[in-house]
């Protein structure tokens, strides 16, 4: 291979990834270079080799290579290239004792090396030669799929992978593997179950043991409540005991069905005795040891002692460690009982979260270096402790030595914890059985005790930050309650009750003596593990006593607490790695590796609980040790530390403790080897330093026992002083007993500028790591925090706090980010803070905002003595973080300054960029986007610094601003812009004694005003709002004065300013106020990041809401909607006090348009509802009125009453009502014609009403057939009228009431005798009469003729019915009355409706279906013509007639619609009387001629009635004048109302007609009928020869089903078939031409068939056409071809009656009359 010479000055590639590797850590080791063409991009180390990644994805191995065949010898000390991967793209390498893995661009993993325990992967080898695929399989997905892999890890005899779904997979041997097997080695990838569904981020491993950083679960799912029955067996998990004198909480329940404990190698370490176990609960007054460990098998508790683990092999046989403990101290039984793991779950957690505090001194050695050689007595003595670290030390003094070990550390910081950690701590030196309590439920207390231990606690204490994600990843969990003052407690911080979402810190008061107390971090029951434990309390204590009734208190209700932080995270958090995160540990445990505070093994990964919460990034493990490397930069390390390669001296070493570094010391990457430990940190210096600690590797071949355990022993790490000579470290990698570090040259600045702003970012994470647990944390301990605060100061903190917690975990994220980005990529494009600027933009304009509203209320000022409290009169502790320049200035002031320092580092940010971007090409895009961020950020920092300034002159207001005003005026969010005190700016025209202050917030203009003795006190004051405040500028050409007009929704005033320039000063500031209070940015302005440019006028037209005053029709009503000019004009909403609202379009600041209006009704717990158009404030135009009465109104509004045209239903809301009123009304009253159906008493009235009643001519009929036309008065009957009954028995005279009859008359019975005289009586009863009997006789023919009745003389002329629906639509129309008026404008009010109607449809799709949009979209088109109208625009105007008819949107569809429904609701039901005929078919005539007049007003040229239509002007040939004459007129070309308008409105009344026309020819129908049916029997030739049709004309052949047959005497209904079908067709159309036109066509069959027939032309006489018709009419058998018949001749165009169509309608006529006078022979 090409190996290059380290010159000083390289090209471009050798500038970057250049590797260094060394061993050790004395003065004389220099690192050496490993030369390679191509830059490296990872390196991985194994016991005695290393595997190389370089760019382009080739890999190279060096060092020891015993299973390269072809080798000359194994070592091999230049990198060989690993050709086999040549053609692979590889992405990733990893390194174990003997064997590696790489894995490629396609997921795809290749393994080499050792192979004796299957840590390849592949079957049957040994020793695997050259890299070779190994394949990952899904089994469970049917057919198996390949699961494509990120990332493997390999340790002595195992491998992990990490899939893309981010689950672990594992190959080899051991219970590292944390597989269920018993069987080794495991050849094949399995995936480790435990893990499945839990995100895993990285996996390492060890040795013997495995590691995996997994985002928190509360990071993935919402929890869920606790589970109250065992998953399994689903028996109760928890029982609850409540004996007289103590509370036993017991989950000890043995579930059958629990994982068995099958690795043989631990099974003897745990077998136990069952005396051992009774001798562990004999006396209440023994604690038994706070470590239990049990077999799932046995549901016994067993003990083991620590060392009896040391060996794998060694059987329990030592006896059990016991403490006597006086009898006054409370006993605690704990026993795990219910496991589904094989895992010792009692383990103590003793670790207490870390906080970024000065180490003791004694811990530095002078220069920041350490001395190889410390003080040998000391580490001796370390190392002696070391190797005797038992169980016993745990159990025996489990309260003074875990306690002081734990407060050797630092001190607990429950900011920084996760709900999750189980963290027992105490501050009491002394033991006591309490603190056993404490100690050892801290990892077996499960949810449902909380209760029990909020019974005990007197006072809730504190809340503290878990980082969440998910919904937030930083919550603040503040609490604090006043002692056993539930109620008035004011809570801080967010404690969300939900189980299993927050572990509750709790004080036991009294419990303790002198005062003191524990506290106890309870932790939810785990998903695989059920801690389970029974815990006792007696209540004898000497110092206090806690009565059993308190202890009984479980079910006190928990005091609800505020919510903190914003809930879900914003999209682009996707983007930044998660600081939410657990560690799991598993595999051989000996060396204290896996770090659970014991020595056991763990077949299956395990949380280690005391990590949860401390935001660790990566995990690196050694041969026996493990290190975790968290988001604060610091390292925790725990296992072996023989060498120190633990980096502290803590105990017990089986659990993390920090690794102890020089205070601002912040590592950001580690690797570790077999027994030494390498980091990459920021310090002082601008490049990053390497620390070591851990074993000095000498050239010396052997060495004394003595000497390696102390000689080389390192009690923390070591700056490795040739870092410097590196370059830029950019990751660090240990193994075996080497190190390795990759470094970049500074290329351009571009690498320093890189690593300037990671280092930057993690430094000021840390920074406000340290303001939250130095600062806030302390504060929020204190119990009389929010009492002296107050309640609303409290609730700003604790927004401040969480809005800082938001800032404080995004800036941890993207600190991760960079640090992962400077180990990666090198592309600026992958850069967070340049993507989503937006989210810190966002979330630092969020922060300011929070700060300032404490400030502006004085909140700083609040908290100055609780930091006295807390801090003491210096609070230093607040000096030293501000990092103020300014001595001696106050408290008040210097925390503003400490919590504006964020405004800080976004110049920070803009600096920095602006540094990356001068790396770049100016032209290039990188340049560009990395300019645009540092201008966004420094806009920003500069609009944030002017906010400060604006809070702080608000502060400063406040506290000069007199009167007691400021209590109602002072509000967190208000900002003061300015004010005229210096009576810059009064009220014109004000009387000369007041006085006026005006004051300009960010969200109202204020208007203080007071007498002037009292200059003071100002009486009054009135808040005008800015959203609906409109100023502008008065000219001061005729005033001289400098004015400003100000308007309001209910007052208009002038300012008077005192210069041109306050008056611009104020023009300007108002409007800019009312610009941001309309763009909903409140005090936050708009910020520079948003590109809003800045309007320098607010529009005159915006939405806003605002409250009435002193308005008299809406006072105290709210709308909401839009303005203008300070009145309500477009749509808008607005609610009374009374519950009245109306919903709908404005006008002028009255409602007009379309709206809807609720009026609630109190006593009948309904609401009137009116849906409709409005008008200058009242309800006018067409409506629907629902009353709370069940009444519907749907019609024409005037004036807030029913006017013109519209139905009342009435009755309860059935579908069928009880009547029905559909006419016209006169301001709120019935009056003029209408229709009224009573249906309860079957009656249907037709005529005119006044004032409500019937009053004038009207007709009724009933359902029992009766009929009575004549005069109404008074709502009856009275004056002249006609009554018929069924059975045609009639009464002409005078009648007096409803169905009464009083006065002269004539009554005739149905056969035409009659009476005349005077008649009294009601209809149907008795009546009395006195007259004369009149007995026509035959020949009294004239008398009979001046009898005969004709009906509807006394019924309301057609003409006269329904005018005010035709009104309506001339007045839709823009004309006052019919026919008056300008068409142009008509056509415009057509056009304006129907684009008022597209918008709404556009608005509501689904009001209207797709054919009807089409239909809109035509109407639009208006038909235009100039000259006479031809027959061409003549159909162009029926086209439009019938599309415009066919939507109720435009006026003639809405006047169709109206018409259809007016004419059915007339004359169906009980309005189905066939004496109806007449009038029904009159009133559609009348709407014929005046449906007309419109059509001819719209289209002024249109002939009128009759008229002809023009010619067309024929273009060529001369026309003949005399044959011009000759032609008659054609039908089509004379224009006529029914031709042009029967076609649209006849198939809509038809149903209704048509009944008619069958009930008054019913009769004759049934004659005809009978007749039809009785002839019908006969064949066709029979028939033919009955009707006499002549020989000739009988057909010789028929067509049946398309083959030609003969006619037989026998055949029947097959002559002249086609011409019957045709017949048939009348009964399918709905207009006489229509019907003509099928009777036409019918003719012609005929004659076609003749013609065949004949072969020869030849001219019909009717006497030889008559019968043949007369065939065809009775083989069609049309059932009610009377009616037809009837309905054409009432209907028929009168032009058509004398064509040819008249006669062939003549003969249908005469064939009908002809069959029902047949006489059969």
Request: with cysteine; aromatic share 8%.
């Amino acid at each position: 291979m090409e190996m290059q010479i380290s010159s000083g000055e390289e090209d471009g590639s050798g500038e970057r990834g250049l590797l260094h590797t060394w061993r050790g850590y004395s003065y004389s080791t220099t690192p050496e270079r490993v030369l390679l063409s191509r830059p490296v991009l990872q390196a991985a180390l194994g016991a005695r080799h290393g595997v190389l990644l370089v760019e382009g994805g080739q890999v190279y191995s060096f060092g020891e290579l015993p299973w390269k065949q072809n080798q000359t010898s194994s070592v091999v000390t230049e990198p060989v290239l690993e050709a086999v991967l040549s053609e692979q793209h590889v992405v990733f390498v990893a390194a174990g004792s003997a064997h590696s893995g790489v894995v490629t661009e396609d997921g795809g993993v290749h393994m080499w090396g050792e192979n004796a325990h299957g840590q390849c992967g592949l079957l049957g080898l040994s020793v695997i030669p050259n890299p070779t695929p190994v394949g990952v399989l899904d089994s469970e997905s049917t057919p198996p799929q390949t699961v494509k892999i990120l990332e493997v890890a390999c340790g002595d005899q195992h491998t992990l992978a990490l899939s893309a779904k981010h689950e672990v997979w594992a190959w080899g041997s051991g219970c590292q593997l944390g597989l269920n097997t018993s069987t080794f080695p495991v050849w094949k990838p399995q995936k480790v179950e435990p893990l499945a569904g839990r995100h895993v981020l990285q996996v390492a491993c060890g040795a013997a043991h495995s590691l995996a950083v997994v985002r928190s679960s509360e990071a993935l799912v919402p929890r869920k409540p606790p589970q109250d029955k065992c998953g399994q067996c689903h028996q109760l998990l928890y029982t609850m005991t409540d004996k007289e004198d103590h509370v036993i909480i017991s989950d000890g329940h043995h579930c059958p069905l629990g994982v068995e404990l099958d690795c043989s190698e631990t099974k003897s370490a745990l077998e136990g005795s069952p005396e051992q176990v009774k001798q562990g609960k004999s006396s209440p007054s023994e604690p038994v040891p706070s470590v239990s460990t049990q077999i799932p098998r046995s549901p016994t508790s067993i003990t083991i002692p620590e060392s009896t683990l040391l060996s794998d092999s060694t059987p329990a046989s030592e006896p059990q460690i016991q403490v006597p403990a006086s009898s006054q101290e409370p006993t605690i039984e704990v026993s795990t009982e219910h496991e589904t793991s094989p895992v010792a779950n009692g383990e103590v957690c003793v670790e207490a979260s870390e906080s970024c505090t000065l180490e003791p001194d004694g811990c530095r050695a002078t220069g920041g270096k350490y001395s190889p050689f410390p003080d040998e007595q000391a580490v001796k003595a370390y190392l002696k402790r070391l190797s005797d670290h038992a169980l016993a030390e745990h159990v025996a003094k489990a309260p003074s030595t875990l306690h002081s070990a734990q407060l050797s550390s630092d001190p607990a910081d429950p900011f920084t914890s996760d709900p999750l950690i189980p963290v027992a701590q105490s501050v009491t030196p002394m033991g006591s059985a309490l603190n056993n309590l404490v100690v050892s439920c801290a990892s077996a207390v499960g949810e449902r005790v909380v209760s029990t231990y909020e019974a005990l606690s007197l006072r809730k204490v504190i809340g503290y930050w878990a980082p969440g994600e998910g919904r937030e990843r930083v919550e603040e969990r503040l609490r604090l309650e006043e002692p056993m003052q539930g109620k008035k407690s004011s809570s801080l911080g967010d404690i969300r009750e939900e189980e299993a979402e927050l572990s509750r810190r709790l004080s036991l008061p009294g419990l303790l003596s002198q005062g003191t107390h524990a506290l106890l971090l309870l932790h939810p029951v785990y998903r695989l593990y059920n801690a389970a434990f029974e815990v006792t309390v007696w209540a004898s204590y000497t110092t206090s006593e806690v009565s059993p009734r308190l202890l009984r208190r479980t079910s006190r209700p928990r005091a609800r607490a505020i919510p903190l932080t914003p809930g879900g995270i914003p999209e682009a958090d996707a983007h930044l790695p998660s600081l939410q995160t657990e560690v799991w540990s598993w595999g051989r445990g000996q060396e204290g590796q896996l770090g659970h505070g014991d020595l056991l093994p763990r077949l299956q990964p395990v949380c280690v609980k005391s990590l949860n919460g401390k935001e660790v990034l990566r995990v690196a493990a050694g041969a026996h040790h493990s290190l975790a490397l968290t988001a604060q930069s610091q390292v925790f390390s725990w296992g072996c530390n023989t060498s120190g390669q633990l980096g502290h001296m803590e105990l017990p070493t089986s659990f993390p403790h920090l690794a102890k570094l020089s205070d601002g010391i912040r590592v950001w990457d580690i690797g570790a080897g077999q027994q030494h430990t390498l980091l990459l940190a920021d310090g002082d210096c601008m490049q990053p330093i390497l620390y070591y600690s851990g074993q000095q590797v000498k050239e010396v071949a052997e060495q004394t026992e003595e000497e390696e355990q102390t000689g080389e022993y390192t009690q923390q790490p070591v700056l490795l002083p040739f870092c410097m000579n590196l370059g830029y470290v950019s990751s660090v990698c240990a193994g075996g007993q080497t190190c390795a570090a990759l470094t970049d040259r500074n290329v351009m600045g571009f690498i320093a500028s890189l690593h300037e702003l990671a280092a930057a970012e993690r430094k000021y994470y840390c920074k406000l790591s340290n303001i939250k647990s130095l600062l806030l944390q302390p504060l929020l301990k204190l119990d009389s925090l929010s009492s002296g605060l107050g309640q609303s100061t409290a609730g700003l903190l604790q927004n401040m706090i969480g809005r800082l917690s938001r800032l404080s975990q995004l800036t941890g994220q993207n600190s991760a980010s960079l640090t992962s980005f400077l180990r990666r990529s090198r592309d600026i494009r992958g850069l967070v803070i340049l993507d989503d600027a937006h989210l810190f933009l966002d979330t630092y304009s969020e922060y300011c905002s929070a700060v300032g509203d404490l400030l502006v209320m004085g909140g700083f000022q609040a908290l100055v003595k609780p930091c006295h409290d807390v801090f003491g009169k210096g609070a230093e502790v607040v000096q030293r973080l501000s990092e103020c320049s300014e001595e001696g200035l106050p408290l008040a002031d210097v925390l503003p300054h400490l919590f504006y320092l964020p405004i800080k580092h976004l110049h920070e940010y803009g600096r920095l960029l602006l540094k990356l971007a001068t790396c770049y090409e100016v032209s290039s895009v990188d340049y560009q986007k990395l300019q645009d961020a540092c201008s966004k950020y420094e806009s920003m920092a500069l609009h944030l610094k002017k906010r400060r300034k604006e809070a702080e002159c608000t502060l400063h207001f406040w506290k000069s601003f007199p009167g007691k005003m400021t209590d109602s005026l002072r509000k967190p969010s208000r900002r003061l812009i300015c004010e005229s005190s210096n009576k810059a700016m009064t009220l014109q025209n004000a009387g000369r004694f007041s006085v006026n202050w005006f004051m300009l917030f960010n969200d109202a203009l204020v208007h203080a005003q007071g007498m002037v003795p009292y200059k003071s006190l100002f009486s009054t004051h009135h808040i005008f709002p800015l959203a609906t405040l409109w100023v502008e500028p008065i000219s001061e050409e005729n005033t001289g004065l400098y004015c400003l007009k100000v308007t309001s929704p209910e007052e208009t005033f002038t300012l008077l300013a005192s210069s041109p320039a306050e008056k611009a000063k104020w023009f300007r500031s108002i409007n800019q106020a009312v610009e941001q209070a309309l763009s909903g940015l409140g005090h936050d302005g708009i910020p520079p990041s948003t590109g809003v440019a800045q309007r320098a006028d607010p529009p005159i037209s915006r939405t806003a809401s605002y409250t009435f005053y002193k308005d008299s029709r809406l006072k105290e009503a709210t709308y909401e909607g839009r303005w203008v000019s300070g009145k309500p004009h477009g749509r808008g909403v607005v609610k009374w006090l009374d519950g009245r609202m109306y919903t709908g379009a404005f006008k002028n600041g009255l409602e007009d348009g379309f709206g809807d209006y609720v009026v609630p009704n109190k006593n009948l717990n309904s609401c009137d509802h009116y849906q409709g158009q409005w008008k200058d404030g009242k309800m006018h135009g067409f409506g629907t009125f629902r009353y709370t009465s069940g009444e519907v109104y749907e019609g024409s509004f005037q004036d807030n009453m029913r006017h013109g045209h519209g139905m009342l239903r009435s009755g309860k809301l059935n579908s069928t009502s009880p009547s029905v009123f559909i006419g016209q009304w006169q301001y709120d009253k019935k009056s003029g014609y209408g229709v009224f159906d009573d249906i309860t008493r079957g009656e249907k009235y037709m005529g005119m009403w006044l004032d409500d009643q019937r009053q004038g001519n009207g007709v009724v009929v009933t359902q029992f057939g009766l009929y009575y036309e004549g005069a109404f008065s008074n709502n009856k009957m009275m004056g002249t009228g006609v009554l018929l009954s069924e059975d045609d028995t009639t009464f002409e005279g005078e009648f007096s009431e409803d169905w009464t009859l009083n006065g002269k008359g004539m009554l005739t019975m149905p056969n035409g005798d009659y009476i005349e005289g005077s008649f009294s009586g009601v209809w149907g009863t008795g009546l009395k009469m006195s007259g004369s009997y009149y007995k026509p006789s035959l020949y009294d023919s004239d008398k009979e003729k001046a009898h005969a009745l004709k009906l509807g003389r006394l019924a309301v002329h057609s003409e006269e019915k329904w005018k005010a629906v035709f009104v309506e639509c001339w007045n839709r129309l823009g004309c006052d009355c019919p026919g008056q008026g300008q068409t142009t404008t008509a056509w415009d009010n057509i056009a304006v409706e129907l684009t008022a109607n597209l918008r709404q449809q556009r608005d509501s799709p689904e009001l209207l279906s797709r054919s009807h949009h089409k239909t809109l979209e035509s109407l639009e088109c208006i038909p235009h013509h100039v000259g006479p109208v031809t027959l061409e625009v003549y159909h162009t105007i029926r086209r439009y007639l019938v599309k415009a008819c066919d939507t109720p949107l435009h006026p003639l569809g809405r006047l169709v619609e109206t018409l259809v429904s007016v004419y059915r609701m007339t004359y169906v039901g009980v309005g189905a009387n066939r004496r109806l005929l007449p009038q029904a078919v009159n009133e559609i005539k009348s709407y014929l001629s005046r449906i007309f007049q419109l059509v001819r007003f719209l289209f002024p040229d249109l002939p009128e009635e009759g008229g002809s239509l023009a010619d067309p002007p024929k273009e060529t040939g001369i026309s003949d004048p005399a044959g011009k004459q000759l032609e008659s007129p054609k039908p089509g070309c004379v224009v006529s109302s029914s031709a042009l308008l029967l076609p649209v409105l006849l198939p809509r009344l038809y149903p209704p007609l048509f009944t008619l026309y069958a009930l008054e020819k019913e009769k004759e129908d049934d004659v005809y009928w009978e007749c039809v049916l009785r002839l019908n029997k006969q064949p066709d030739l029979a028939l033919l020869a009955f009707l006499g049709v002549q020989q000739k004309f009988w057909p010789v052949t028929v067509t049946v089903h398309g083959e030609k047959q003969q006619v037989l005497s026998s055949t029947k209904d097959a002559c002249f078939a086609s011409a019957v079908e045709t017949l048939q067709q009348i009964s399918t159309t709905f207009t006489p031409s229509d019907k003509l036109q099928v009777i036409q066509l019918t003719f012609e069959e005929i004659t076609q068939q003749v013609l065949t027939l004949l072969k020869q032309d030849f001219l019909w006489s009717m006497d030889d056409l008559f019968p043949v018709f007369l065939f065809v009419v009775l083989r069609a058998r049309i059932r009610n071809l009377g009616s037809e018949v009837s309905l054409i001749e009432d209907l028929m165009d009168p032009c058509v009656q004398h064509g040819e169509h008249g006669i062939m309608f003549t003969t249908l006529k005469a064939c009908y009359y002809q069959i029902q006078h047949e006489k059969v022979t």
